[in-house]
């Protein structure tokens, strides 16, 4: 990882060019794949599933009365899709372990 607390694509494709041996830009292009592939199942309502990592989750949501919590009036929530992530029980386990 680079020197921020975030993990980028450009981090995930150098270490695809170290572990693997794939030149750059091999590495780049299947980073940009795997996550195209991924926003266009998503894209089409799937949800997507990488085993021992988790599942993103596609919920859609019905129209509700929500409240300003500044005015206290009420306003109508209109509804939308939303995207969930559930860790899969291995994550969880390797982010307790810290």
Do not use: H
Not at 34 to 61: H, P, Q, W, Y
Not at 72 to 84: A, S
Request: aromatic content about 4%.
């Amino acid at each position: 990882m680079g020197d921020s607390e975030t993990l980028t694509r450009a981090d995930l494709a150098e270490s695809l060019n170290g572990q693997i041996g794939l030149s750059r830009a091999e590495s780049a292009r299947m980073v940009e794949t795997i996550l195209d592939l991924m926003c266009d199942a998503l894209a089409r309502g799937e949800n997507v599933k990488i085993s021992g990592f988790g599942t993103f989750v596609l919920r859609d949501k019905s129209e509700r009365i929500g409240r300003n919590p500044k005015t206290g009036i009420e306003v109508p929530i209109t509804p939308r899709r939303v995207l969930t992530f559930r860790p899969s029980q291995i994550m969880r386990e390797q982010i307790a372990k810290g």
